[in-house]
Structures are given as structure tokens and as C-alpha cells.
């Protein structure tokens, strides 16, 4: 899949993850859309094609009801035009800069081009010092402050739309969000190529400038100091143009001829070329070459990404699209907690699941655990093998214990596969019902419930049963799903 296929997918999925009244695209349109794609695609088509497909015919259709959709795709792409803009502006300061003083000497120990090089070994370790933060902190993987100025430019010239319509603004939101989460990696390809050649442009300008002005101007070279004698400028030469003297043939001067060329006294120095030619290769071997190779790995990183973008398709919402056009059912396990479910919320349950899982459903509820039953936790309550959810439920009504609700909860975690999300879902109907004119004890009950359950990895979902708001309870589990798939399976 490449990029602009990701992005649509992305805008697709925020659409569908926050539009839960269907105001914005519809169960027909999302079943249109996913009939239309596996005609086309075939029902044993590769994932990401099938993916791709339906979220290109749905924001067909999405994109002349809601223009804000195709606003948003267009700015959010990348502007292909900022990098050689960048690497042009850097080309004309360097050669602008390249200034070297109104006597036209220049001081070998002060040259022109030392800022340059100081410049881009400090880059080059910095580079080095992120790069290990990276890989031991989450922080050390995001970009610098110039970084950061490059990457909004590339995408933010034009504004990002707002949309007046509320279901659209927050499908948007997320979309934006989602976004530059799953692009950060393909963003910082692009701005480090970018500042990579803005770099490279930069030292070669300084140097095209320095040429050209040598040949109508004569530059004398020469050095002074107030604490260094010729043996020690002898020294440091040495150690800074050692490389390039070697690569050139170019000698750098002995102390003899470094104490004729000093400044002061009457000397006027010498002809400047050999420096010049010294410091250039210095800066090619320095500059020039490291940075052309970062530019072209970091393009073809870039190449990489864009070609090939990473989408993960064990997300919860695409393992859905998946088993509908598989026609998989989602195996769905409900395991309750001293609680007989009524027919009622038996009946809720599962509109909940279709909700969030689709048609194709394999909804399997276990005998309910006795009060006291999580210390010997039977082998059936969650059978083997990989599911859609696991979903513990509690009623409540009853007050929440950590030395049973919460030790229950574990028992059941420690059984479940690894892949399987889990959930917890608490029925609200039988309190609702008692305390129906005391909301304020509903909160409280619902606050106990969160402190109980806080030092678990899963949040409650709280959903009366009886008579569900479908929309919001989806939300809490398709958010409690997203957060199972973002942290990974590992327990």
C-alpha cells in the first residue's frame, strides 16, 4: 500500500471509529462499501488491497457529501517541492555568506569555512546521541526544533479544514491524529533528506562563492595570535588538514614558512590558493560526502516508506473488514461474574457485538462464576484458541472487592490467549432501575468501579443492558480494543 491509499484508509477508519450515530456514513453505506470492494478485489485478495479499495469507492462517495474529506487529504500531503526549495536557498546564502573581509586576507586560523565544518560535526554527533536515545526512550525518537519547522511547512502551508458539521470535525480530529502518529517515521525520512541537501547545498554555495571570487580577487593567507606560536599553528594545521593535504598532495606549511606568513610586523602572508584548495577538500571530505550519503539513505528510507507503507492490520477495526469479507465470524466469549445475565441482557450483548464486530459473529456466553469461583477458575470459561474479545461482566449493583472482582478479573486475564483482547463490561440495568431518581449514587458506583479496576489493564465499559445507547457503548469498546492493540499482547 502506498502513501496516498494509507492516508485514505486512515481518513476512512477515523470516520467509521467516531461516527457512532451514523450521521456521517451509514451501516448500509459501510456494507455497500465493503460488498463493492471485495467484488473487485475477490474474497482471498491480499489485505491491504481489499483495505485500500474500500476506502478509496467509500470516500468517493464520502467526498461529495462532507468536501471538508477531500480538503483534509489534500493537506495533508506532503509538498514535494520543499526540499529542493530548501536545498536552493541554502545554495544562495552559502554563496552570499562567503565574505572574506574588505583587506581580502584571510587568517588560516580563523577561515571562513570553520564555522561550516564545527557546524555539521556538531549535527553528525548529535545525530549519533539521538539515535542511541532513540533506541532506549520513546522521547529521543522525535524531531529536533528545526526538524519540527521543516515538517509543518511541508504539510501545513494550507490550513487544516475545519469543518462546521460536529460528527465531521471529530472524525477529522482524530483523523489528524492518527495521522501523524503512523507518518512520524515517513516525516522524519523526509526532513532529514531535506536538511540533509539544504546542508550539502549550503557548504558546496560557500565554496562556489569562495572560487569564483578567487578568480578576479588575490586572497593573501596568513594567520596571527595572541597565545600560539608557529609550532603549535603547525600542530593544529596538521591535525585539521592532515586528511586533506593527504588526499590533495597539498603540503600544509612547516613552521618556517608559517613564521614567514605571519601577520603583524609587516608580513603580508602569501597567496591564499593552497589554503583554499585545502579547506575545500577538507570540507568535501567533512561535508560534502557525509551528507550526500545521509541525503540518499534517508531518500531511499523515504522511497521505502512511501511505497510501502506500514499499516497495522491487526487492529481490531481491520480484523473486522477482514472476517466480513473472509466471511469469518468474530468469536466473541462472555464470561460473567456472580451474575445470571437476564434474556434481556442476553439480547444486548449482543447487539452490542454486532455492533462492534459486524453480522459475522460466534457469540458464546460461560456459565456464570459463583461468588468466590475465581480462585478455581474452570478450564471451559474461556476456551483456547485466539478471539475477537473476552469480556468479563459485572453487575452494578454489586460493590466492587479487589480480593474478588479485581483477583477474578486476573484469573481470567492470566487464561486468556495472548492476541485476545479483554474487556470489562459493566451492566448498569438493575441499578439504573432501583436508583433511577438518584443519579448522583450512579456516579459514585461507577467512580468505585474505575478505583477497583485501576491497577488492571483493562477499563470498565459501562452499558445498561437492558436498553443500550449502542453508539456510546461501541465507543468505550472499540477505545478499550484500540488500546489493547496499541500496547501490544504481551502481559
Known amino acids: ?36 470492494a471485495a467484488e473487485i478485489t475477490g474474497a482471498n485478495g491480499a489485505p491491504d488491497v481489499f483495505v485500500a479499495r474500500r476506502a478509496a469507492l467509500a470516500l468517493e462517495r464520502l467526498r461529495t457529501r462532507h468536501p471538508s474529506f477531500a480538503r483534509a487529504l ?44 564545527g557546524w555539521n560535526l556538531a549535527v553528525y554527533a548529535l545525530i549519533v546521541v539521538r539515535g542511541a536515545w532513540g533506541l532506549a526512550a520513546e522521547r529521543g525518537r522525535g524531531l529536533g526544533p528545526l526538524a519540527r519547522a521543516v515538517a509543518r511547512l511541508g504539510r501545513r502551508l494550507q490550513r487544516e479544514p475545519v469543518a462546521q458539521d460536529a460528527p465531521v470535525a471529530m472524525a477529522l480530529a482524530m483523523f489528524f491524529g492518527d495521522w501523524a502518529r503512523v507518518t512520524a517515521p515517513l516525516t522524519a525520512a523526509r526532513v532529514g533528506r531535506s536538511l540533509h541537501f539544504a546542508a550539502f547545498a549550503l557548504a ?36 585539521v588538514l592532515g586528511p586533506a593535504s593527504a588526499l590533495t598532495g597539498i603540503p600544509v606549511a612547516d613552521v618556517p614558512r608559517l613564521e614567514a606568513i605571519r601577520f603583524g ?56 473488514l477482514l472476517r466480513q469479507v473472509r466471511r469469518e465470524p468474530a468469536r466473541v466469549r462472555i464470561v460473567p461474574y456472580s451474575y445470571q445475565l437476564p434474556p434481556q441482557a442476553v439480547l444486548g450483548l449482543h447487539a452490542l457485538a454486532t455492533r462492534v464486530f459486524g453480522t459475522h459473529l460466534e457469540l458464546s456466553i460461560a456459565p456464570s462464576i459463583e461468588w468466590g469461583g475465581e480462585d478455581a477458575l474452570p478450564d471451559d470459561a474461556v476456551p483456547s484458541g485466539p478471539f475477537a474479545l473476552a469480556a468479563i461482566v459485572f453487575t452494578l449493583a454489586a460493590t466492587p472487592e479487589p480480593s474478588n472482582h ?32 438518584e443519579p448522583a449514587r450512579l456516579d459514585e458506583r461507577r467512580d468505585a468501579w474505575r478505583e477497583m479496576l485501576a491497577g488492571q489493564r483493562v477499563a470498565p465499559v459501562f452499558v445498561d443492558l437492558d436498553s443500550p445507547e449502542l453508539a456510546a457503548a461501541e465507543a468505550q469498546l472499540a477505545g478499550a480494543l484500540d488500546r489493547h492493540s496499541l500496547e501490544g499482547p504481551d502481559r
Open 74 to 117: 489534500r493537506a495533508l500531503a506532503w509538498r514535494s517541492w520543499i526540499g529542493p526549495v530548501l536545498a536552493l536557498i541554502a545554495f544562495v546564502v552559502g554563496v552570499a555568506t562567503n565574505y572574506l573581509g574588505p583587506e581580502r586576507r584571510v587568517n588560516i586560523l580563523a577561515f571562513p569555512l570553520l564555522a561550516l565544518l
Open 204 to 239: 558546496l554555495g560557500a565554496l562556489a562563492g569562495l572560487y569564483v571570487r578567487g578568480l578576479v580577487l588575490e586572497y593573501r593567507a596568513g594567520w596571527e595570535s595572541t597565545f600560539l606560536d608557529a609550532d603549535a599553528v603547525h600542530g593544529l594545521l596538521s591535525f
Open 265 to 320: 610586523a609587516g608580513g603580508t602572508g602569501e597567496n591564499a590558493a593552497p589554503w583554499i584548495h585545502l579547506y575545500a577538500a577538507t570540507v568535501a571530505i567533512v561535508i560534502l560526502l557525509p551528507r550526500l550519503a545521509l541525503g540518499i539513505g534517508t531518500w531511499l528510507a523515504e522511497r521505502r516508506r512511501t511505497t510501502r507503507f506500514p499499516i497495522a492490520f491487526d487492529d481490531p477495526y481491520f480484523q473486522r
Open 1 to 36: 500500500m502506498n502513501e496516498s491509499a494509507a492516508r485514505r484508509v486512515t481518513l476512512l477508519r477515523a470516520v467509521e471509529t467516531t461516527d457512532g450515530t451514523r450521521a456521517i456514513w451509514s451501516d448500509d453505506d459501510r456494507a455497500w462499501a465493503t460488498r463493492a
Open 406 to 437: 479485581g483477583a477474578f478479573v486476573a484469573a481470567v486475564d492470566a487464561k486468556v490467549d495472548a492476541g485476545t483482547p479483554l474487556a470489562v463490561l459493566v451492566d448498569e440495568s438493575g441499578f439504573r432501575r432501583r436508583f433511577a431518581r
